[in-house]
């Protein structure tokens, strides 16, 4: 990610996208940049990262990878430090990475240490990301967090099944509401959560196309400034906590 020189590409807004390689994370990416952002591609695998922003922006002038395991502190702490050097600003954050779909797992009989991997990931990471990247977000115009949730996170409809997944993106949604509690004033940063819905990813496993989904978290993530905080959506639509 080279230093820009000042006006032309550091003027753009600037979008972070974790687990930017691949399904939601990606399309979210390539709909960001479509839409004039600058957008730094977070991947665990780095090698994997370039492959991905290779491909939706072969000239590198708006969609740069870097090397971004939420769930390791130095890795989030060095990312956020070279987003201050060589961009300077931070508009938007999409917590998109999220592991551990436990589908074959329940509550009663849970491997606990399963659920704390799955935390560390989903929820942890996402809040020491915000925090990291939180210094530029709040000197941002148009400050926006988009917390990727789902439907499986939502209380109103739990009864069983996927433990990890479910308990991880429950506690995501706290988050999201306690962030949009605490961020508000005069640079008010607009927080939300949203469920892209059952998209054919490799997680997903079926579902309706990725673009569709991937549509409503870059919605919140391009909301105007009187756009709605503290919310959990789908397709721009509430859906019930």
């Given at each position: ?175 999201t509401r306690l962030l949009s ?61």
């Open positions: 990610m080279a230093k820009q020189p000042d006006g032309g590409a550091r003027e753009l807004p600037v979008a972070v996208v974790t687990g930017g390689n691949r399904g939601i994370g990606y399309e979210v990416v390539r709909q960001l940049a479509q839409r004039g952002h600058r957008v730094v591609l977070g991947s665990r695998d780095l090698a994997k990262g370039e492959a991905a922003a290779a491909r939706l922006d072969p000239r590198g002038s708006r969609v740069t990878a870097v090397q971004l395991d939420v769930a390791d502190d130095a890795s989030v702490a060095a990312m956020a430090d070279r987003v201050t050097r060589e961009l300077g600003r931070a508009d938007v954050l999409v917590n998109n990475a999220a592991i551990l779909y436990d589908t074959w797992a329940q509550a009663r009989t849970a491997d606990l240490d399963e659920v704390r991997r799955a935390l560390e990931t989903n929820l942890f990471g996402a809040w020491r990301t915000t925090q990291a990247l939180l210094p530029l977000l709040r000197r941002s115009p148009h400050p926006r967090v988009v917390n990727v949730s789902s439907e499986a996170g939502a209380l109103n409809w739990m009864s069983g099944g996927t433990p990890a997944y479910s308990v991880s993106k429950a506690a995501l949604n706290a988050l509690g605490e961020l508000g004033g005069r640079h008010r940063v607009l927080v939300n959560s949203v469920c892209p819905g059952w998209t054919a990813t490799d997680m997903g496993g079926g579902g309706r196309p990725v673009p569709e989904g991937a549509a409503g978290v870059v919605w919140a993530a391009t909301l105007p400034d009187d756009g709605p905080t503290g919310g959990f959506f789908r397709d721009g639509k509430p859906v019930a906590w």
